[in-house]
């Protein structure tokens, strides 16, 4: 089994978020690239219901983390939320 990716959404002003699944299940992988910044592991489980707002929220969370110079934001190893 392995990651392909579904689609890349542009939800919010400077920000990609990948949408990924894994081959052969229902598991899904959001990750962020934020003001050029990529990698940030946003959620990795099955669907759940209101997904994409959860995402986008925690996107948000970043961004607004970056934007006001908090630079714990890249030393935190992931910002998952938890299903």
Same mark, same amino acid.
């Given at each position: 089994?392995? +990651?392909?990716? @579904?689609?890349?959404?542009? +939800?919010?002003?400077?920000? !990609?978020?990948?949408?990924?699944? @894994?081959?052969?299940?229902?598991? /899904? ?7 050029? +910044?990529? #990698?940030? !592991?946003?959620?990795?489980?099955? @669907?759940?219901? #209101? ?8 996107? /948000?969370?970043? /961004?607004? /983390?970056?934007? #006001? ?9 992931? @910002?998952?939320? !938890?299903?």
């Amino acid at each position: 089994m392995s +990651w392909k990716k @579904l689609a890349v959404h542009k +939800w919010l002003v400077g920000c !990609k978020i990948t949408e990924s699944y @894994l081959e052969g299940t229902d598991i /899904r992988r959001f990750t962020a690239t934020v003001r050029g +910044w990529q #990698n940030f !592991k946003i959620y990795e489980g099955k @669907l759940i219901e #209101n997904i994409d707002q959860i995402v986008i929220d925690k996107t /948000r969370e970043i /961004r607004e /983390r970056i934007d #006001n110079g908090d630079d714990s934001v890249f030393f935190e190893s992931a @910002l998952p939320i !938890k299903p």
